[in-house]
């Protein structure tokens, strides 16, 4: 087991080996009490999951997490901690690997050197109104990747494992979720489309039976991706797949 770095309050680490989900586990202790700022980490997944029911494969050397957040605003900006945390997890990546180039990728995909490398899955516990961010960094090793291209920090030349990751990603996100309850969206929104990938470039949305082809205009006070059509008209995406054909 790889040893565990020390998270300072309000963070609190459960270490597991091996566990089904992390998101999963952090619903169970969620409903045995656990609270905000709960993060567990696993070493591997025997049933990651990804976004829109996808698997996560989830080998032993990359990363798995899941952080309990009282998010301490209304539930409906709750994607809005989605954006959060990949502004924290690409700047952690960054300074990790400042030889790569790293972007936050719609909705909370953090991709490096245009490839995927990391992605979120933010889920309710069912538990007042704590939320379960989960986590997975393809540190050792990119699975082969079903949707995207994967690649991983080894792969790129860093050498830092997923522990160091970890510790970074909670020291980035304290600050971005303090602001973020006291004072809103607009400051960590800004910092997402600073960082993101392929605004104001032509995108492929694949909807559930619809696929839509647009201009990625930017990002709404919802997370929405906002997507211009050639006819001029606006459409607001909520859940989809996003590809960039021109990068
Ligand atoms: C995606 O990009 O589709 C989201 C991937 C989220 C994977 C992480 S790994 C830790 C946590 N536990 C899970 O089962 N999923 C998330």
Redesign the pocket.
């Known amino acids: 087991m790889m040893p565990a770095p020390k998270l300072g309050p309000p963070f609190f680490l459960v270490a597991l080996d091996v566990v089904d989900?992390?998101?999963d586990e952090a619903k169970r202790l969620a409903q045995r009490g656990f609270g905000h700022g709960t993060v567990l980490w696993a070493q591997e997944?025997t049933a990651?999951?990804?976004?829109r029911g996808?698997p996560?494969v989830?080998p032993r050397g990359n990363l798995?997490?899941?952080v309990i957040i009282d998010p301490g605003r209304p539930l409906r900006e709750a994607a809005q901690l989605g954006f959060v945390a990949a502004v924290a997890l690409c700047d952690t990546l960054a300074a990790l690997a400042p030889q790569a180039r790293f972007e936050c990728k719609w909705p909370n995909?953090v991709w490096c050197n245009g490839r995927k490398i990391a992605?979120?899955?933010l889920e309710g516990t069912g538990v007042d109104d704590l939320l379960i961010l989960?986590?997975?960094v393809d540190v050792v090793a990119a699975p082969d990747p079903a949707l995207y291209p994967a690649t991983s920090l080894r792969e790129v030349g860093c050498e830092e494992g997923a522990g160091a990751v970890l510790a970074g990603f909670c020291n980035h996100l304290l600050p971005l979720l303090a602001e973020w309850r006291d004072e809103g969206f607009g400051a960590a929104r800004d910092a997402w489309v600073q960082r993101a990938r392929g605004i104001g470039e032509k995108a492929v949305v694949r909807l559930d039976g619809e696929t839509l082809t647009g201009v990625f205009v930017g990002l709404d006070d919802d997370g929405g991706l906002r997507l211009e059509l050639p006819d001029g008209t606006g459409r607001r995406i909520l859940a989809g797949d996003v590809f960039f054909p021109g990068s």
């Open positions: 989900s992390t998101n997944q990651g999951r990804g976004r996808r996560w989830s798995h997490l899941s995909d992605g979120m899955l989960g986590i997975g």
